[in-house]
């Protein structure tokens, strides 16, 4: 049975969908022990599309889970396309099994992101054919404080080859880069079906599932990338995903390698996307993800960042209860949806991919939304409501840890505001939330909504304790119970610029303006400035200048004609639209025309004079701006005889309004200055000025010092 659910917004598709997911949970069969039952919530059919999961490709007792994906709110499966079931003979190609596969999820609604990888034996090089370690993760990777027992079973299989191909060094359209060839030919059957291709996965953690050097992988992903983009130049191409922990310097390596390599700067440096994987502590998502941003853009330029497997393994389920170590409770790992995805957004992850869909019976620990035996798990729910709630947005702020408490704020989404609040400590917390409307709704992970009611201007609610503790005294490695505080206002606010002089001689002036809004209130106001009624526009005040008030100065760029628009926000996040013409104009001049005229006398000889000179005295005389730029310079001369002398300078320049120095210099004299000030103004300013030179009549040595042994 298949769900082909689209998204609408009537009630009636909605209870159809919910009925036909619960026809599908119903009829798959129940094995063992069975948890507290989980119901889930109706099929979530508006979301933004960040959320995906692993493996949605999978059946439960012949029923797929594809549907259940998709009800979730997922709308990416990422799914292995492994090179060594496709092409078991050089140039025989059998896709058959992944035809299904992605039919199936476009059936419902899933994109698939395929990860290309796993050598093909006949292709691979000088290596073991086969993995070769353990079933278990290496020892020293456990302790870490972020990282989960995350190896997956199905690639930790015989049939996972991480052996580099041979000819890998040749053009990748040569007819021998075997991979060449694989990578071309897959991206070429599935176009049109399938647009992300992912170039293997974790080759940071050697021996699992990549035996090459760090350039070997570098050359692996450069020939994936020019092969899928010559089969098909929309394709979206992945770095491997990256255990991370394993390795945290590795991708630097890779980068270096790939911002070597001849002709990548012409070539997007080989990848289009940076593909992440983070598991267990929510707390590493951000931290990671900008340390990663940071390198790319010193190596390569920025690029955006997936999270394309994460979550946290069980402990209160498959017999774990003596391995908690960076492991979670049911109900913790419901919080780890919500607030691992809070956290990623606010990273600026662009993708995240939840691991796993169902349990696959994984010998290192139990992941999935959906057990063995279909039942759900309370992720399931939280998931639903990570997918139906925190999306369309238009801006995401946090994460802001205050007094116990994290928040991330989803502004503007299709519902409101909303507030994604836990507490990251072990005791329980009174929060109070400033409350723009009398109610509020409160969403727990499980998608149970209450109503808020204001008093004395704030929300509040408790938070119950964080509970997934690493055991080693390190912290929490995920929050207590999220929840959404959602504040609904769809509402925009209005506003209104007033009316400028149609003339000013000024360098600047105060904007004044209306600003009103019927639902949280009016917050702030942007502001932009064009020469030209339509733009270009530019910014010319923010949030800093203009939070609460509805008046800001503004400086002009110079003389002429300037055109201004604004749009304002409110408490929730909703903006105003701009307008798409100027609101109000100014004609500005800041320039005035001054006319100088400068006296510099000289003492030429006699008392405090210079009897010593025989020579014509030259004088300077210089005009400069508070930058220190000349505007003008004048040089005159006097006789080298007693009395005093004098030379003068007339000039008249039209100039910016602002500080100025007028500069007289002879050598062997002091020099003089004069300072002033130039306001704009419609008429001529004129200035007169006279300034002494006065001979250096002495000039003071310093006695030498002889140092004593």
């Known amino acids: 049975m298949r769900i082909q659910a689209r998204p609408h917004p009537t009630t009636d598709r909605r209870f159809a969908v919910?009925?036909?997911l619960m026809l599908i949970v119903s009829a798959l069969p129940a094995q063992g022990a069975t948890p507290l039952p989980v119901t889930p919530l109706p099929a979530v059919l508006d979301t933004g599309g960040h959320l995906g999961t692993c493996y949605a490709n999978y059946q439960i007792d012949g029923q797929y889970l594809a549907p259940l994906a998709q009800a979730a709110g997922s709308r990416w499966d990422r799914v292995d396309f492994s090179w060594n079931r496709i092409e078991p003979q050089n140039n025989v190609?059998?896709?058959?099994?992944?035809?299904?596969?992605?039919?199936?999820?476009?059936?419902?609604?899933?994109?698939?992101v395929g990860i290309l990888g796993s050598t093909a034996s006949w292709a691979a090089g000088d290596c073991p054919t086969g993995m070769t370690v353990a079933t278990?993760?290496?020892?020293?990777?456990?302790?870490?404080?972020?990282?989960?027992?995350?190896r997956h079973h199905h690639l930790m299989a015989s049939d996972w080859n991480p052996c580099p191909p041979r000819n890998l060094h040749l053009e990748w359209d040569h007819p021998d880069n075997h991979w060449g060839t694989f990578v071309y030919e897959t991206v070429t059957h599935f176009k049109g079906r399938v647009r992300v291709w992912e170039i293997w996965n974790e080759p940071d953690l050697y021996d699992w599932f990549w035996k090459g050097s760090v350039a070997d992988y570098a050359q692996l992903l450069r020939v994936g990338y020019q092969a899928a983009k010559a089969a098909n130049p929309e394709a979206t191409v992945l770095f491997a995903g990256l255990a991370y922990w394993a390795a945290p310097d590795y991708y630097v390596a890779v980068l270096?390698?790939?911002?070597?390599?001849?002709?990548?700067d012409d070539d997007n440096h080989y990848f289009d996307v940076l593909s992440l994987h983070l598991y267990s502590s929510i707390y590493t998502i951000g931290p990671v993800t900008a340390r990663i941003q940071a390198d790319m853009v010193a190596r390569v330029g920025s690029r955006p960042i997936w999270l394309t497997e994460t979550g946290v393994p069980l402990w209160d389920e498959g017999g774990f209860e003596h391995h908690r170590l960076n492991r979670a409770t049911a109900e913790e790992a419901a919080a780890y949806v919500i607030a691992g995805f809070a956290e990623a957004r606010a990273a600026g992850v662009e993708r995240f991919f939840f691991f796993r869909t169902h349990d696959d019976n994984m010998a290192e620990g139990l992941f999935g939304l959906i057990r063995d035996?279909?039942?759900?798990?309370?992720?399931?729910?939280a998931y639903q409501v990570a997918a139906g709630y925190l999306h369309g947005e238009n801006q995401v702020t946090g994460p802001f840890t205050h007094h116990g408490v994290r928040r991330i704020t989803f502004w503007a989404t299709p519902r409101g505001?909303?507030?994604?609040?836990?507490?990251?400590?072990?005791?329980?917390?009174?929060?109070?939330?400033?409350?723009?409307?009398?109610?509020?709704?409160?969403v727990t992970h499980r998608g149970i909504t209450t109503t808020q009611v204001a008093a004395n201007g704030v929300f509040t609610t408790t938070l119950a304790p964080a509970t997934a503790n690493t055991g080693e005294g390190g912290g929490f490695i995920i929050g207590g119970p999220p929840v959404l505080l959602i504040q609904q206002?769809?509402?925009?606010?209005?506003?209104?610029?007033?009316?400028?002089?149609?003339l000013v001689y000024a360098t600047g002036l105060t904007l004044t303006w209306d600003a009103a809004d019927e639902g949280a209130g009016y917050w702030y106001a942007e502001i932009e400035r064009a020469s030209a009624p339509q733009g270009p526009w530019t910014q010319v005040a923010g949030l800093a200048q203009t939070q609460g008030v509805t008046t800001t100065f503004t400086a002009f760029p110079g003389s002429g004609t300037w055109?201004?628009?604004?749009?304002?926000?409110?408490h929730v996040g909703n903006w105003e639209d701009w307008p798409t013409t100027a609101e109000i104009s100014t004609t500005a001049v800041t320039t005035r025309t001054v006319g100088l005229s400068i006296t510099a006398d000289v003492d030429a000889g006699g008392e405090g004079g210079n009897p010593a000179a025989t020579e014509a005295i030259t004088v300077s005389l210089t005009w400069q701006d508070a930058q220190g730029a000349v505007i003008a310079a004048h040089a005159g001369s006097v006789e080298a005889s007693a009395g005093q002398q004098r030379i003068t300078w007339e000039i008249t320049r039209t100039v910016e309004a602002g500080d100025y120095l007028i500069t007289a210099r002879a050598a062997d004299y002091l020099p003089a200055q004069q300072r002033f000030t130039v306001a704009p103004g419609p008429t001529p300013l004129s200035q007169a000025f006279t300034l002494d030179l006065k001979a250096i009549s002495a000039r003071v040595y310093l006695p030498r010092v002889t140092r004593q042994p």
């Open 256 to 264: 270096d390698e790939l911002a070597a390599m001849e002709g990548a």
């Open 136 to 150: 278990s993760p290496p020892s020293e990777l456990l302790g870490h404080p972020a990282i989960a027992l995350e």
């Open 18 to 20: 919910a009925v036909l």
């Open 489 to 502: 206002d769809q509402l925009p606010p209005t506003s209104r610029l007033h009316p400028l002089p149609e």
């Open 417 to 442: 505001r909303i507030d994604v609040l836990w507490n990251t400590g072990g005791d329980p917390v009174t929060y109070s939330h400033p409350a723009y409307l009398p109610t509020a709704t409160l």
């Open 373 to 381: 035996d279909g039942s759900f798990r309370p992720s399931y729910l």
């Open 563 to 570: 055109y201004y628009r604004a749009r304002v926000r409110d």
């Open 93 to 112: 190609f059998d896709y058959s099994g992944y035809d299904d596969l992605v039919t199936r999820a476009q059936d419902h609604e899933l994109e698939v």
